[in-house]
Structures are given as structure tokens and as C-alpha cells.
């Protein structure tokens, strides 16, 4: 008589599937929660707000376009970025 090759299979792929569910609550359920969060922050920014640039450009938001902000580094001095570019929110007015 065969042994039972049903529950063997079984057995051989619970590490596997093990893994999966440790890499799901490990890395992909908390890096989709950190983009909700930056998404959330970047949908809540206005102007005045005290921001960081991925590139560690310090600046104010003085304008908001449908995909980039305009920041004001120093007194004469605009840039535009793209919304994905900020790092973090330094100040709120």
C-alpha cells in the first residue's frame, strides 16, 4: 500500500507558506501602512507648512498644484517638487 502522499505534501509546504505569512506582517503590511501614512501627510499639507525635501531641502509651502508643491527656500528663492518628494513636516502653521 502507497504511503499517504497527501498529507506528506501538506506538511512539506507549511514552512513555505509559514514564511509568506511572516513576510506579509513583517515587511509588506508595514511598508503599506507607512505609504498610506506619507499619502495621508502629503494630501493634509497647505500653505505655511515647514517641510523637508528628500534631497534635505528646507523650505515653506507657498503654493500647491494638483502634483507638485512651490516651496520657498530663502526669501527669493521658489522651487518646485514633486509632491512624492517630501520627506517630512518639520512645522505646522
Same mark, same amino acid.
Given at each position: 500500500?502507497?504511503?499517504?502522499?497527501?498529507?506528506?505534501?501538506?506538511?512539506?509546504?507549511?514552512?513555505?507558506?509559514?514564511? #509568506?505569512?511572516?513576510?506579509?506582517?513583517?515587511? #509588506?503590511?508595514?511598508?503599506?501602512?507607512?505609504?498610506?501614512?506619507?499619502?495621508?501627510?502629503?494630501?493634509?499639507?497647505?500653505?505655511?507648512?515647514?517641510?523637508?525635501?528628500?534631497?534635505?531641502?528646507?523650505?515653506?509651502?507657498?503654493?500647491?498644484?494638483?502634483?507638485?508643491?512651490?516651496?520657498?527656500?530663502?526669501?527669493?528663492?521658489?522651487?518646485?517638487?514633486?509632491?512624492?518628494?517630501?520627506?517630512?513636516?518639520?512645522?505646522?502653521?
Amino acid at each position: 500500500m502507497p504511503p499517504n502522499t497527501g498529507a506528506s505534501a501538506i506538511y512539506q509546504m507549511m514552512p513555505i507558506i509559514f514564511i #509568506f505569512i511572516m513576510a506579509y506582517f513583517f515587511i #509588506f503590511k508595514p511598508q503599506k501602512e507607512k505609504q498610506k501614512e506619507h499619502q495621508n501627510m502629503i494630501s493634509n499639507l497647505k500653505k505655511n507648512d515647514e517641510v523637508v525635501t528628500n534631497g534635505g531641502i528646507h523650505g515653506t509651502v507657498v503654493g500647491v498644484k494638483d502634483k507638485t508643491f512651490i516651496l520657498r527656500a530663502d526669501e527669493n528663492t521658489k522651487l518646485e517638487v514633486d509632491k512624492n518628494a517630501i520627506s517630512y513636516v518639520k512645522k505646522v502653521r
